[in-house]
T-cell receptor, first 113, second 113 residues
Framework: ETGVTQSPTHLIKTRGQQVTLRCSSQ?????VSWYQQALGQGPQFIFQ???????GRGNFPPRFSGLQFPNYSSELNVNALELDDSALYLC????????????FGPGTRLTVL | AQSVSQHNHHVILSEAASLELGCNYS??????LFWYVQYPGQHLQLLLK??????LVKGIKGFEAEFIKSKFSFNLRKPSVQWSDTAEYFC???????????FGTGTKLQVIP
């Protein structure tokens, strides 16, 4: 257990729908990163938030967006879902930008039909 | 763009055998290097990391890794594996500044008692 929680655990959506995934970071952690892990692949970096602002983004289209709240919890929003968005979505938090060790949550399994 | 290659997708070893998992990255500048492990049913967790200094780094549970800059490699080693080392191992790299983390595709290690 890392203290990072994610909800929901599993989610099924249909193509074209929108989804919001949530992450509660470990206490005292102001930096949150989101990853997409497709089956048989390593996690792919989506973006990172530091003190409520996006601070680094991977190669994902704008329909992937996020938020970080004053308590440092975070949301990942995906619009216009596509079949290829089916994956495990991981959230990781750490105490600050200068800190190197990330603490991962259990992930949300998203299935798009 | 940076990339990470893990050459072994699935490795099967008997207990007490020695382990070496390959990791090569492509990035021209200064990098920070990580190995993460995911035990069955558990979260991704940090095994070890290299930022600077001694290129031979030691991590948890008897693992170590050697950074060879000329070969762009960061191979993971353990002299004698145990059944409890059965897990998936991911190599990851980030440029200095830690704004974008790139993971490899992972290596599944199965240790047979």
């Amino acid at each position: 257990e890392t203290g990072v929680t994610q909800s929901p655990t599993h989610l099924i959506k249909t193509r074209g729908q929108q989804v919001t995934l949530r992450c509660s970071s470990q206490s005292g952690h102001n930096t949150v990163s989101w990853y997409q892990q497709a089956l048989g692949q390593g996690p792919q970096f989506i973006f990172q938030y530091y003190r409520e602002e996006e601070n680094g983004r991977g190669n994902f289209p704008p329909r992937f967006s996020g938020l970080q709240f004053p308590n440092y919890s975070s949301e990942l929003n995906v619009n216009a879902l596509e079949l290829d968005d089916s994956a495990l979505y991981l959230c990781a938090s750490r105490p600050g930008l200068a800190e190197d060790t990330q603490y991962f949550g259990p992930g949300t399994r998203l299935t798009v039909l | 763009a940076q990339s990470v290659s893990q050459h072994n997708h699935h490795v099967i070893l008997s207990e007490a055998a020695s382990l070496e998992l390959g990791c090569n990255y492509s990035y021209g500048g200064t990098v920070n290097l990580f190995w993460y492990v995911q035990y069955p049913g558990q979260h991704l967790q940090l095994l070890l990391k290299y930022f600077s200094g001694d290129p031979l780094v030691k991590g948890i549970k008897g693992f170590e890794a050697e950074f060879i800059k000329s070969k762009f490699s960061f191979n993971l080693r353990k002299p004698s594996v145990q059944w409890s080392d059965t897990a998936e191992y991911f190599c990851a790299v980030t440029p200095g500044g830690y704004q974008k983390v790139t993971f490899g595709t992972g290596t599944k290690l199965q240790v047979i008692p």
